[in-house]
């Protein structure tokens, strides 16, 4: 998205509880997932794998999202603590390709990198010498604040969501919030505050949901 046009919305594209309309901006396809068997062993294959949003395929370049470049950073932090400072080499996150890096030592290493060296600058980098990918620059100025979003608008896109749902499944939503908000330690207060909600949603589920438990709703 171009951010000139981010005001043409009744929503901020940066708010991490909302989707982009995809008629306006249709998902792009950048790969594919593969999945064609069972793990064998739970722990070398699942608990020691290590997903990084960081890690990108070259010519992708990073969105504004403030809980997305949080992450960038944080997930391999995590990584480090969680499995140590190689678990790029464990088969589970090792790249099935040849890659080229400067990481040797610390515990659990397992690799012989004589060839390699361990030191910054050096003109054997393979980062320096790898080919540029342009990626289109951005200046940000201004102040970073920690501000309530000015565009809410929380109702909308659930509403939506719910009434693009067949009849059956909007039942089983039905059905959901009803032995949800059945529960006897919610009062009738909390009861008709998740009422009114729904019906800001969509005023025929909060409709159904009031009628079926005799609550009104508090809007």
Sequence with gaps: MD????????????????????????L???????????????FAENE?????????????????????????????????????PN???????????AHFNNDQDGYMN??????????????????????????PPQILTGARKKVVIEKQNDFIQPGVRYRSWAPDRQNRFINLWIEALSD?????EVQGIFISW????????GQKISARLKIKSNI
């Design 48 to 84: 020691m794998l290590a997903f990084n949003p960081a890690y990108v395929v070259p010519g992708i370049h990073y969105s504004d999202d403030k809980m997305f470049q949080a992450r960038l950073f944080a997930y391999a932090d995590t990584q480090r603590h969680r499995l140590g």
């Design 110 to 135: 397992f690799m012989h990198k004589a060839e390699e060296v361990n030191y910054f600058p050096s003109r054997y980098h393979p980062a320096v010498l790898a080919g540029r990918i342009p990626i």
């Design 198 to 205: 729904l019906t800001q949603c969509d005023k025929a589920l």
């Design 28 to 42: 792009q396809p950048v790969g594919r997932l593969v999945l064609n068997k069972n793990i064998d062993n739970f």
């Design 3 to 26: 951010p000139a046009h981010e005001d043409r919305f009744d929503f901020d594209p940066l708010d991490t509880s909302k989707t982009w309309p995809e008629d306006i901006f249709p």
């Design 184 to 188: 006897p330690k919610l009062s009738p």
């Design 87 to 97: 678990y790029m080499m464990l088969p589970v996150n090792a790249p099935k390709c």
